[in-house]
């Protein structure tokens, strides 16, 4: 087993690589960049090195540094977590030259199945159904017309380095077609240092069910089941849980898509924990979407169900030990659920919202993880994701999940910057979520749809009265508890002037 | 002593007092008969944080002050109370003729400005784009005009509700 490895990234999920190190007795070294100085992950790690500046290229995607880091430190393997620098194979390469083990797959891997035209590719010659659509990247208008008009609209536009909803767009109509080339290259050049972008139709009304693989190195590979993460807002992920609802129902699904996801990872002689994405349409069809070469944010969905260590299971296969489990000895237990808090305001278009946290209360209780990256009087900048925890729970059935994550999120309580906590309890009560009716429009129609929450006279009595006793005892709200309550406004404009005076 | 909250636009009074570990209170709406004084039992158990006993439901307020006012909460139940006369009668002044002012919709940095000062633009065109936390805003033209006063250049670090330029009539 390794005795120091580098944690190459930043928020909640070094917190909770660091945290599995230290039960593995290994000894943990955290990066950061400027702004990060006093991140919990760098006060947390046995070890800690600046990288520059808060720009991600200065710091958490600049591979010299962070390998240089792991040099100096004397780390012998490095852990990429999600996001930054986790699929970049370039970068799993540099570690592999520099003696470190990088914890995921080969580079020749991460590079196959990191390119999603390549993966697509891989997927079909496996016999994994895949969507329709262009085998490689498009950069002229009139070739993306083309393969478009081919599949029919409305397509998607995707980047081919891409995740996490980054440089995409959906195009409904050819007049859309330049703009949203231009948009999505755009921003996977921003988010991945790559331009490109290929086409795909898009499914109707889809659920997204993604199957968590386990390998190792001597050739065995299985998989942990399925989360589902049909909620999304911009393509991004907000709750995601195991059992799929779907599964349910149609139990027999699980092993298929299973063994469909062992099948594609297979053939890439995948290694470590990976996630392969798929799309299940009305009818139970599944198409490959791509493959995650990583450890996956919602992870902890299951781990909870299944009882295992991702991180430690990554630990163990990099240390290239063998898997000590079958797919026979994988058993589901209860419903975990997770929600993403995000510094963002759902009333807002989920604008996001970067600042001081103020305040903080922490949810706690049986069943109850919650895997954060923040305290109280961190400020949360705006370089980053706005990622603040994972708020996770474990319960006999579904119905208890969710009324166990109901009542986790009343508990929660981050003031400071506007958050989805209150979103998610809404949208847990409502009828169509609790039917298990998802699809990855679910939250555009329930945004249309839902109603304003009225609070009962009683509440609205009591919250006057707390207002007027807190008006009048002499001082602000937020002062007598020592934090200044500025609005995030002029941190805004503090945060600017500070730049321009480096 | 009495304290005025607008709530939903209108305003509500709360008429209380403070003996020891109670409060007696009553809360008034406008143009509404006040209700009889009633007792709770009150205590700032945390910062910010007001446990109320009131007959025997168990009430524990978080507030939340911003600069829009303050954001009472109880368990999942949010009440914003805003100060008294903000955002009365307040109604934009000025009709098509005067300039219309573009904002910035969240803080963030500006990575492009699609337009030049002086340049004619029609609604719905995108003026200038911010990121914040990796994602991507275009703040688009409001309505058709010419664009003046860009105070923003690529780079620049602005503030939620930060002025970007102001679109005037084309005859102007």
Redesign the interface.
Known sequence: MFRKVLVANRGEIAVRIIRALREFEIESVAVYSDVDRAALHVRMADEAVCLGAADSRESYLNIERVVEAARRTGADAVHPGYGFLSENADFAQACVDAGLTFIGPSPDTIRRMGSKTAARAIAREAGVPTVPGAAGAVSELSEALAIAAEVGYPVLLKAAAGGGGKGMRLVSSPGEMQAAIRDASSEAERAFHDARVYIEKAVVRPRHIEIQVLGDQHGNLIHLGERECSLQRRHQKVIEECPSPLMAIHPELRERMGEAACRAARAAGYYNAGTVEFLVDSSLNFYFLEMNTRLQVEHPVTELVTGLDLVHQQLRIAAGERLEISQRDVRWRGSAMECRIYAEDPENGFLPSPGLITRLHRPTGPGVRLDAGVYLGWTIPMEYDPLVAKLSVHAENRHLAIARLRGALEEYSVNGVKTTISFFHQILNDTEFRAGHLHTGFIEEYMARRGKETPDEKVVEMAALAGALAATRGNGVLRSSGVAARPAASRWRSSGRARGLR | ?I?K?Q?NGEV?S?E?R?SGGD?V?R?IHEGRDAPPFQT?S?V?A???V?S?I?GL?S?D???????YG?M????????L?EPVNRGRGRGEAGGAASPTPVKA?????V?RVLAAEGESVSAGQGLVVL????????INAPRAGVVRHLAVSEG???????LLCLLENPAE
């Open positions: 002593m304290v909250h709530l509500v709360v209380f403070v409060v209170y809360v709770a009150h700032e945390e910062p910010g007001f109320l009131c439901r009430f307020v978080r507030l939340e002050h911003a600069h303050t009472a909460q109880h368990r999942s139940s949010r009440v109370l919709a969240m803080p963030g940095r990575i990121e914040a936390m990796k994602m991507q805003n275009e620049a670090v602005v503030a939620a509700g930060a």
